[in-house]
């Protein structure tokens, strides 16, 4: 990398490194550094009337007091942070002390990996902490990290941009209290969440993510070329219509837990790519499937948060077993006075024209229902409420209901004012799936391009018949934005999708040896702010020469200063 290019602590840090090796220790080791023991364990073990515990730890330094001969630094492991009480004469037992005067206090930094070997005992103001009697030198970091500081509670030099931290999720991680376990729980809901489906003798299945037809769902699919094959394929939007095939194959119950992709809009609530459990189970329908999904989220609760409430945007929502159901015609009766029911398209669309809503020709009848159920009623339901008995138009996947003509058994699970789940009992009679493709064919040549695509091959699997089967899809980045209390899914997802960073544009050097500027100081007079030659236009030469000379000897660049009067001539040029 180009010195240019580094900051000045960057520069001390690696010099630090070379001198590290000048000395014989090797800044990034090869070996094995075993550990016997996390921060949180050494606290929570402790007693003060046994034996002193004798520890191996490592971690990364986060803060140090040095009092001449003796330190305090704060070491952070993977669970937490511990400190440590560093003399020059323990870790230097011998003649030699420059592990203590030269290595410690002046060739680590905050961020430096180190291991660290003694007993644990209590300071005299109370805090556990371990006497170190060795000290190894485990990775050296070059960027210094924004040490977040704490007084009475307060937090300054905070790493606390938004942009900033979803970009260096990892300098996030180290630095902010609390992101860690965000994902801790995240991880917490995903193995809970397989342990209830293993339990009831589900399988866990991948399918594949690379699909000739994007089907299971109504979204705007993402694209790609396969060049061994010569086609194109879709990033999958759904996992359903290949965990259905494998009911038809003969599984009681199948589960993908895995990345869907929609290239549809992002906010707070929506992510493109964005992981989903799908399930399938023979044999049964959405009214079972609303007990299980019930008695799951109680579960992951309770798992991830002791009991069977959370609270997110300062409300309280509890996940206790059971939820209110509710059909989706008379939540909007409910909400906005207009009963729906038996309506055409061109009814519910004066509906919406009378409720003042941006509607387009392209929109079915399905899609106004969805539209005027997503401005007037989804954002209301706090508590979880099973939303049901979708019409057929919006649900080209799903069994007609038993007893309600035009409706299907479907629901919808909301919390906290977003859906949550999907699910159906499912659509398996062949015949009536193709003409509800052949319906979303016809959408899409209205112009919508969300409408589903015709799956030949899926139809074909249904008429080798397929049991009677309920299934569900859970968001799980969703359900953990409730879990966990965060109302932004981007605090939980590890690395969110971003624009590309703002470049700041540079002229190529040609442009800068056109003014007779040699191509060596084209760098530094970049690192001196003038990255185009028409920021150079009015400034002046002595200026310019006194900051591009300063540059040259700071880092050390041994280039022959040009003259005032050589500034001067690239200056007129101009």
Same mark, same amino acid.
């Given at each position: 990398m180009?010195?240019?290019?580094?900051?000045?602590q960057?520069?001390?840090?690696?010099?630090?490194?070379?001198?590290?090796?000048?000395?014989?220790?090797?800044?990034?080791?090869?070996?094995?550094?075993?550990?016997?023991?996390?921060?949180?364990?050494?606290?929570?073990?402790?007693?003060?009337?046994?034996?002193?515990?004798?520890?191996?730890?490592?971690?990364?330094?986060?803060?140090?007091?040095?009092?001449?001969?003796?330190?305090?630094?704060?070491?952070?492991?993977?669970?937490?942070?511990?400190?440590?009480?560093?003399?020059?004469?323990?870790?230097?037992?011998?003649?030699?002390?420059?592990?203590?005067?030269?290595?410690?206090?002046?060739?680590?930094?905050?961020?430096?990996?180190?291991?660290?070997?003694?007993?644990?005992?209590?300071?005299?103001?109370?805090?556990?902490?371990?006497?170190?009697?060795?000290?190894?030198?485990?990775?050296?970091?070059?960027?210094?990290?924004?040490?977040?500081?704490?007084?009475?509670?307060?937090a300054?030099?905070?790493?606390?941009?938004?942009?900033?931290?979803?970009?260096?999720?990892?300098?996030?991680?180290?630095?902010?209290?609390?992101?860690?376990?965000?994902?801790?729980?995240?991880?917490?809901?995903?193995?809970?969440?397989?342990?209830?489906?293993?339990?009831a003798?589900?399988?866990?299945?991948?399918?594949?993510?690379?699909?000739?037809?994007?089907? @299971?769902?109504?979204?705007?699919p993402?694209?790609?070329?396969?060049?061994?094959?010569?086609?194109?394929?879709?990033?999958?939007?759904?996992?359903?219509?290949?965990?259905?095939?494998?009911?038809?194959?003969?599984?009681?119950?199948?589960?993908?837990?895995?990345?869907?992709?929609?290239?549809?809009?992002?906010?707070?609530?929506?992510?493109p790519?964005?992981?989903?459990?799908?399930?399938?189970?023979?044999?049964?329908?959405?009214?079972?499937?609303?007990?299980?999904?019930?008695?799951l989220?109680?579960?992951?609760?309770?798992?991830?948060?002791?009991?069977?409430?959370?609270?997110?945007?300062?409300?309280?929502?509890?996940?206790?077993?059971?939820?209110?159901?509710?059909?989706?015609?008379?939540?909007?009766?409910?909400?906005?006075?207009?009963?729906?029911?038996?309506?055409?398209?061109?009814?519910?669309?004066?509906?919406?024209?009378?409720?003042?809503?941006?509607?387009?020709?392209?929109?079915?009848?399905?899609?106004?229902?969805?539209?005027?159920?997503?401005?007037?009623?989804?954002?209301?339901?706090?508590?979880?409420?099973?939303?049901?008995?979708?019409?057929?138009?919006?649900?080209?996947?799903?069994?007609?209901?038993?007893?309600?003509?035009?409706?299907?058994?479907?629901?919808?699970?909301?919390?906290?004012?977003?859906?949550?789940?999907?699910?159906?009992?499912?659509?398996?009679?062949?015949?009536?799936?193709?003409?509800?493709?052949?319906?979303?064919?016809?959408?899409?040549?209205?112009?919508?391009?969300?409408?589903?695509?015709i799956d030949?091959?899926?139809?074909?699997?249904?008429?080798?018949g397929?049991?009677?089967?309920?299934?569900?899809?859970?968001?799980?980045?969703?359900?953990?934005?409730?879990?966990?209390?965060?109302?932004?899914?981007?605090?939980?997802?590890?690395f969110?999708?971003?624009?590309?960073?703002?470049?700041?544009?540079k002229?190529?050097?040609?442009?800068?040896?056109?003014?007779?500027?040699?191509?060596?100081?084209?760098?530094?007079?970049?690192?001196? @702010?003038?990255?185009?030659?028409s920021?150079?236009?009015?400034?002046?030469?002595?200026?310019?020469?006194?900051?591009?000379?300063?540059?040259?000897?700071?880092?050390?660049?041994?280039?022959?200063?040009?003259?005032?009067?050589?500034?001067?001539?690239?200056?007129?040029?101009?």
């Amino acid at each position: 990398m180009n010195v240019l290019e580094l900051s000045e602590q960057e520069i001390i840090r690696r010099n630090s490194m070379n001198e590290l090796r000048a000395m014989g220790i090797e800044p990034y080791p090869a070996a094995e550094y075993v550990t016997n023991a996390f921060s949180t364990d050494i606290k929570n073990e402790f007693k003060d009337d046994a034996e002193p515990r004798h520890v191996a730890v490592a971690g990364r330094i986060m803060s140090r007091r040095v009092m001449g001969k003796a330190s305090f630094i704060e070491l952070q492991d993977s669970k937490g942070r511990i400190q440590v009480y560093i003399t020059r004469d323990d870790i230097c037992p011998g003649e030699d002390k420059e592990m203590y005067n030269t290595v410690f206090k002046r060739l680590l930094d905050l961020g430096d990996f180190i291991g660290i070997e003694g007993f644990v005992f209590r300071t005299q103001m109370g805090e556990i902490s371990i006497h170190a009697q060795k000290l190894t030198v485990l990775a050296k970091s070059i960027k210094p990290l924004p040490i977040v500081k704490y007084k009475d509670g307060v937090a300054y030099d905070s790493f606390d941009d938004p942009e900033l931290r979803y970009r260096q999720r990892y300098v996030d991680l180290i630095v902010n209290d609390g992101v860690k376990e965000t994902f801790l729980k995240r991880a917490t809901i995903i193995k809970t969440m397989r342990a209830v489906l293993d339990e009831a003798g589900y399988t866990e299945v991948e399918t594949p993510i690379l699909q000739s037809i994007p089907g @299971g769902a109504s979204a705007r699919p993402f694209t790609t070329h396969h060049n061994s094959l010569d086609m194109d394929l879709y990033l999958r939007i759904a996992t359903e219509l290949y965990l259905k095939r494998l009911i038809v194959g003969g599984f009681e119950g199948v589960y993908e837990i895995g990345k869907n992709f929609r290239n549809e809009g992002m906010d707070k609530n929506h992510n493109p790519e964005f992981t989903c459990v799908e399930l399938y189970v023979q044999y049964k329908d959405y009214n079972w499937m609303m007990g299980f999904t019930e008695k799951l989220l109680e579960r992951i609760c309770i798992a991830v948060n002791g009991g069977t409430e959370t609270t997110i945007d300062g409300k309280t929502i509890s996940f206790k077993a059971p939820y209110r159901r509710l059909p989706i015609l008379d939540a909007i009766k409910e909400k906005t006075g207009y009963d729906l029911n038996g309506k055409s398209e061109e009814e519910i669309r004066q509906v919406c024209r009378e409720l003042k809503m941006e509607i387009d020709d392209t929109m079915g009848k399905g899609k106004l229902i969805d539209e005027i159920f997503g401005e007037f009623c989804e954002g209301t339901f706090i508590q979880p409420t099973f939303i049901t008995d979708y019409p057929v138009e919006m649900s080209p996947l799903t069994k007609m209901h038993r007893s309600k003509p035009g409706l299907t058994e479907r629901f919808e699970l909301m919390v906290n004012g977003k859906e949550l789940a999907n699910a159906y009992s499912e659509l398996n009679d062949p015949i009536d799936q193709e003409e509800r493709f052949k319906e979303q064919l016809k959408l899409s040549e209205k112009g919508d391009d969300e409408a589903m695509f015709i799956d030949q091959d899926f139809l074909k699997a249904l008429q080798y018949g397929m049991p009677p089967t309920s299934g569900i899809g859970i968001g799980i980045d969703r359900l953990t934005m409730l879990m966990t209390g965060q109302a932004f899914i981007q605090e939980v997802l590890f690395f969110p999708q971003m624009r590309p960073e703002k470049v700041t544009p540079k002229d190529a050097p040609a442009k800068f040896m056109e003014l007779g500027i040699p191509e060596e100081w084209v760098a530094v007079i970049q690192k001196a @702010g003038y990255n185009l030659v028409s920021d150079m236009k009015d400034v002046n030469p002595q200026k310019l020469h006194m900051d591009i000379c300063g540059i040259n000897k700071k880092y050390k660049l041994e280039l022959a200063n040009p003259t005032v009067k050589d500034v001067e001539g690239w200056v007129e040029k101009i």
